[in-house]
Structures are given as C-alpha cells and as structure tokens.
C-alpha cells in the first residue's frame, strides 16, 4: 500500500493542515491526498500550499482513497461517520480524534472493522510530532504498516496494546506542545519583567528548550540529576525552584494532565453514547 497510498483527509482544520504538511514535505510526499471539508477558506489553503485535491463533500475520489483519515471533532464525528459509512468497502480508516473510542465509530460506520485510532500533535507540521497508536482487531497487517508509515511520515510512533492508554497519550503529547508554549510564554513574560525584550526573552526561551530537551533525550542521567546539576546549593536555579515548589507548579501540571486525560475518557462516553 506504501507505494500506492490514496489517503483522504475528511476535515481540513489545524491538525489536518500539521499533517498535510509533514506528509507532503516528507517521506509521504508521493501519496495522493484529498481533503474534505465543508469550509472552502480552509481547502483553498491547503490546495495552494500542499498542492491536495480537495472538495467540499465526500466524493468519487474519496471512496477511491486505500486510508482515510479523519480528522474534524469529536463532537462532529458520529455525523461525518454516517456521511462516510455508505462509501465503505474494506478501507483503513484512521481518527485521530480526542476521546472517540474504536468501538463508538465502528458502530457508527455500520460495524467497519478496519479501524486504527491515534492520537498525533501539532510538531507533526515540522515533521516532529509523535503519535500513539492502537488498531482494532479487523486491520490486517498490511495496514497496520500503512498507518505506521503516515504516521511516521510526520514523527515517531508509539503503539499500544490496550486502547484506554490514549487518554494519557492525549494528556502527555496530544495536549503537551500547548503546555510548552505555555511554559514558554511564561519564560518569556518574566524575561520581558527583567529588562529583556520580547525577541531576547523568545531567543533564550527557545535555545533553552531545545538544549535542555535535547541533553536530557542524550544523557545516561535520570532528569531529576539533570535538574540538580543546574542547582547549585543557596544559587538562582534553587531559589527559582523553591518558589516554584512553594506556588505548587509541579503539582499544577499533573493536576493539569490528569485533567486532559479524564476530558478526553468523559469525551467518549459521553460522545459514545449515542
Ligand atoms: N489540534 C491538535 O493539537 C490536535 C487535535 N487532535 C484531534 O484532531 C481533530 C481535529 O482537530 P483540529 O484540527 O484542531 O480542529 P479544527 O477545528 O481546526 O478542524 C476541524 C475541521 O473539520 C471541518 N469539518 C466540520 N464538519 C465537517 C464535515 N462534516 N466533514 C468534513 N469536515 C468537517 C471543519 O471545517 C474544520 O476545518 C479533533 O478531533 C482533535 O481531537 C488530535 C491531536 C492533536
Ligand atoms: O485539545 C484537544 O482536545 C485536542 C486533542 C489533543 C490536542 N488538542
């Protein structure tokens, strides 16, 4: 399927465009892509910039598609599943909606089998995204890879064994790139608050992330080491943390995670029951 890849897009928003364009810019680029979105603004975009076909309904070219893609909420997707089911015959469908349990959709699809769920995040866009991954018992081998290599077109991937893990998923790195530029933000307002400016405190926020990151990806040593060589006993860093500590930020973030992922669990219930 790699070498003949028609993959159909049914949404067209932001994570569509992320994926759109780590497809074409990346080892996917020889696939043929189709977008379907009712909103000709955001299909106009993507057909100047990445070069897809595109319509406002589901189409000829859609049902020709091997993988199709779905990518609009979750609060759209019981409808948009009834608008695809009648042009179903044995397809990978892929959903890389929040909350939306394989289960919910298979139904909704009329019992299709062939269903691969994940759950991606925008660095895709770069070519830098990661996904978690679960399939439904009904995709065949051939399209497991399939699924794999689009995915991986756009980052790395990560499989899972019990579907109910992409509710932390979500909460980790579906979620994780707005927690960074919320800590990013943060960076930057406080150096703005020292005299920095704007561009200076974005300069130094940015190369921060990207060494830090990149250190504790490559170091033998646990991340809390790395954190404590930064410390220096009655230093900055110790009195940056304290304060932190004091204000509660660590248990902030993991209140804010286990947040993300009950959303996303509440999501599919509620949404799956109907
Ligand atoms: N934004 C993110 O960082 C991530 C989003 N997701 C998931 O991706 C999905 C899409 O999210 P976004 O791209 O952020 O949303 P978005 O709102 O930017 O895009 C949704 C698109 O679906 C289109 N749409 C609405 N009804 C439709 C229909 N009947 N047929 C075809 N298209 C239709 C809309 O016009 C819009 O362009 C969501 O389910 C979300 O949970 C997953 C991982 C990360
Ligand atoms: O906020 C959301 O619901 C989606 C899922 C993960 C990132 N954005």
Known sequence: MQNDLRLSFIGGGNMAMAL?????????ASATIHVVDPNPAALQQLAQQFGVTTATQIDARLAASNVILLAVKPQQMKEVAAQLAPHLNGQLVISIAAGIRSADL????NGHGAIVRCMPNTPALIARGITGMVASAGVSPEQRDAADAILKAVGATLWLDDEALIDAVTAVSGSGPAYVFYFLEAMQQAAEQLGLTAEQG????????AGA???????????????????????TTYAALTSMEADGVKQAIIDGMTAAAARGKALGEELGAV
Do not use: C, H, N, Y
């Open 20 to 28: 759109i364009g780590g497809l074409t810019a990346g080892a996917a």
């Open 213 to 235: 990151t990149q250190l504790a990806a490559q170091s033998p040593d646990p991340i809390g080491l790395l954190r404590e060589k930064v410390t220096s006993k009655g230093g």
């Open 106 to 109: 298979s139904r909704w699809l």
């Open 202 to 209: 974005k300069t130094l926020a940015l190369a921060t992330f």
